[in-house]
C-alpha cells in the first residue's frame, strides 16, 4: 500500500506532513529531507498501532493532482 503525504513549508522554514488517509498521523521537521523520512516512520508507527488494537487499517483513498498555474 502506498498513502499520500502532503508536506507543506512554514513560514519559518520548517516543514510538516500529514497523511489525509490516515487522521492524526502527523510530522514536521527542520528540513525536507527530515520531513520525508519522519513521514515515513509516522506511517509505520500508526499502522502498526491500529493493527495492534484490531481497528481497521484504512485503504489509501487520497490521490494527487496537479494543477497548472498561470
Known sequence: MEYIAVI???TD???SAYVP???GCVTS???LEETQQL???A????L???RQHGEIVPTPAAAVHVVPAA
Open 21 to 23: 488517509d490516515l487522521p
Open 39 to 41: 513521514i515515513e516512520e
Open 8 to 10: 507543506e513549508r512554514a
Open 29 to 31: 521537521g527542520e528540513t
Open 48 to 50: 502498526e498501532s491500529l
Open 13 to 15: 522554514g520548517t516543514f
Open 43 to 46: 506511517v509505520s508507527i500508526h
